[in-house]
């Protein structure tokens, strides 16, 4: 049975960082997709970032050069680092695993639990 689990969620200033935390754990395909998707209040979740297996990377335009995914396949664990933070990088961020191609997912077979970015102005 996978399970992800996420941490690192938070208050933070804007102009701030975070670094959110993914532990995994079960058997996930090794050619999926890892990723971490967000939504704000009242809003439709969106992609932030995805990794594939070869390390290849791909972000939202929203976050690019502020935000760094990375995954220690060691410890199977994903990881969000999160620079520069303005207030509409709140929501709810989520870990999930799937499909896709060039370090998109195309659909997501599992998803975390959620944790919270609030970023305040």
């Known amino acids: 049975q996978v399970q992800l689990v996420e941490s690192g969620g938070g208050s933070v200033q804007a102009g701030g960082s975070l670094r959110l935390s993914c532990a995994a754990s079960g058997y996930i395909d090794s050619r999926y997709i890892m990723g971490w998707f967000r939504q704000a209040p009242e809003k439709v979740r969106e992609g932030v970032a995805g990794i594939a297996n070869d390390g290849s990377t791909s972000y939202a335009s929203s976050v690019k050069g502020r935000f760094t995914i990375s995954k220690d396949n060691a410890k199977n664990i994903l990881y969000l680092q999160m620079n520069s933070l303005k207030p509409e990088d709140t929501g709810e961020y989520f870990c999930?695993?799937?499909?896709?191609?060039?370090?998109?997912?195309?659909?997501?077979?599992?998803w975390g639990q959620g944790t919270q970015v609030t970023v305040s102005s």
């Open positions: 999930a695993a799937g499909p896709g191609d060039s370090a998109e997912l195309w659909g997501v077979e599992y």
